[in-house]
């Protein structure tokens, strides 16, 4: 998978052909052991959470 950033402890992947479960283009982030997954158009959480 991917590694499109790193910031401040956050990941930011993409995967190709992830369209199973999220069927819009969307981004994976990861802080320490939370994950979070948001949509590219309107930046909303699709699943998971991440700390403010």
Same mark, same amino acid.
């Given at each position: 998978?991917?590694?499109?950033?790193?910031?401040?402890?956050?990941?930011?992947?993409?995967?190709?052909?992830?369209?199973?479960? &999220?069927?819009?283009? &969307?981004?994976?982030?990861?802080?320490?052991?939370?994950?979070?997954?948001?949509?590219?158009?309107?930046?909303?959480?699709?699943?998971?959470?991440?700390?403010?």
């Amino acid at each position: 998978m991917p590694v499109i950033s790193m910031f401040y402890g956050l990941i930011i992947r993409m995967f190709f052909f992830d369209a199973r479960q &999220h069927h819009i283009p &969307h981004i994976h982030a990861e802080y320490g052991e939370m994950n979070a997954v948001f949509g590219i158009e309107d930046g909303e959480i699709l699943a998971g959470e991440l700390p403010r």
